[in-house]
């Protein structure tokens, strides 16, 4: 019962900073401000793939305007 106790206690320690053995980002702070920088930029970007993937950026057919949408 004792080893169990301190493998779960050993289990959680270790898990708890598994992020300080696999660094996500550089620790160079120019290299590190540029990886977060084009990490928020896919993010950003995320929402328009959405979008276009769902057809929401398309002209909507409940508007009161006549919208052609086809090549003239």
Request: net charge neutral; aromatic share 8%.
């Amino acid at each position: 019962m004792r080893r169990l106790l301190l493998a779960v206690a050993l289990g959680l320690v270790l898990s708890s900073n598994v992020g300080c053995f696999l660094p996500i980002y550089s620790g160079d702070p120019a290299v590190r401000t540029q990886e977060l920088i084009f990490t928020s930029e896919d993010m950003r970007n995320i929402l328009e793939e959405w979008r276009r993937i769902w057809f929401l950026d398309q002209p909507s057919h409940m508007s009161p305007m006549r919208v052609h949408g086809g090549v003239m």
